[in-house]
């Protein structure tokens, strides 16, 4: 059985940090691209960066470039989203995928931005 498992998430002031995490089971990880999602309320889901199977390769959306990172560590099935600076639009619920069009996803994590 496929499953993703994100976590991390929280209540963050503006230009603050939190660590994402997405711990995946029930499939070959390590041979995977994976890719972060969010979904703001009102709005349509959004991708937000992708990482190649061995880590060798990242993408990002402009609006987070130089402000989150997504490493991976194949040995323990875990993807993460490090996110700095972050502001008050990136609040939303974050997911991890299979696909980059969000399926596959997990059930999410949600993460605010508020002072």
């Known amino acids: 059985q496929v499953q993703l498992v994100e976590s991390g998430g929280g209540l963050v002031q503006p230009g603050g940090s939190l660590r994402l995490s997405c711990t995946a089971s029930?499939?070959?990880?390590?041979?995977?691209?994976i890719h972060w999602v969010r979904q703001a309320p009102g709005k349509e889901r959004e991708w937000l960066s992708t990482?190649?199977?061995?880590?060798?390769?990242?993408s990002y959306v402009d609006s987070v470039k130089g402000r989150f990172t997504i490493p991976r560590d194949n040995a323990k099935n875990t993807l993460y989203l490090q996110m700095n600076n972050l502001k008050s639009e990136d609040t939303a619920v974050y997911y991890c995928?299979?696909?980059?069009?969000?399926?596959?996803r997990g059930r999410g994590t949600q993460v605010t931005v508020a002072s």
């Open positions: 995928a299979q696909a980059q069009d969000g399926l596959g």
């Open positions: 029930g499939f070959p990880f390590h041979t995977y691209w």
């Open positions: 990482i190649a199977y061995n880590g060798a390769a990242t």
